[in-house]
C-alpha cells in the first residue's frame, strides 16, 4: 500500500525581480539608469517620471535654447530683478557657495566669455578664437556668483558682465534630484550612471557600478 503525503509546499518559488534598464540621453550625455528589487509594473511608470524630469531640468538651465535660464541671463545682464523657478534659484544659491568655497576657481556666472568663444551653440566651434581684445574686456570686468544678489526668491546681478551658465555641474546636480525623485516614489536601489563617469547611487547599489573601458585599458583600482 502506498502512502501519499502533501505537505503543502510551492513546487517552485519566485525569485526576486529582474533589474530594470534603461539609457537616458540627456545634458548632452548618455545616463544608464538600474532599477534594482522593483517590479515592471512600478519601475517602467517611474522611468517615463524620470525621464520626463531629466528633459524639464535640461530645458529650464539651457544656456543658449530659450527658456527660464536665458530670461534669467537676459535679466541679470540688463540689471533687472528675475524670479526663477524654485529649482533653479535652490541651484543659484548651492553655486554661490561653491564659488565662495573655491575662492572663485569656480565660476559659473562667465556665461558671457563661454558664448564668445562660441560654445552656445547646438554646432561645435570652428574657426579662429575671439579678439584678444574681447576677451580683456569681458574678463577685466570680473563676473562671479557674489555679483547676484538673492533676496527671498528674486535674483539680480550688480555686474551686467555676468550671466549664468550651470555647466557640468548641472548634470551632477540633475542626477542628485532625480535620486530624490526615485525615492519620494518608494524606489530604493537605484544606480545612476552618466557617460563622463559622474555616479549617484543607493548603498545597496555600491558594489554594482562597472566601468566599460577603451579596449586595451586595465583597471588598476576602484573605490568600490
Known sequence: MGLGLDLGLPTSAA?????IRDTILVFGTRVDVTLDG????RGQPALAALRAQFQAMYRAWHA????PLVQINQALTAGRWATPPPGILALI???????RESDGRFNPAIGHLIAL???????WAHGQPPPAQAI??????????D???????RVR???????LDFGAIAKGHGLEQAMQHLKRLGIRDVLLVAADGTVHMTPAMAHKVHFTLPPGKVMLSAPW
Open 15 to 19: 525569485g526576486p525581480p529582474a533589474p
Open 38 to 41: 522593483v517590479s515592471q509594473a
Open 64 to 67: 543658449w535654447n530659450p527658456g
Open 93 to 99: 544659491t548651492r553655486l554661490q557657495q561653491i564659488y
Open 117 to 123: 568663444w562660441g560654445f552656445h551653440s547646438d554646432q
Open 136 to 145: 580683456h574686456a569681458l574678463v577685466a570686468e570680473h563676473p562671479g556668483m
Open 147 to 153: 555679483d547676484i544678489e538673492v533676496p527671498g526668491n
Open 157 to 163: 546681478s550688480r555686474n551686467p558682465a555676468v550671466a
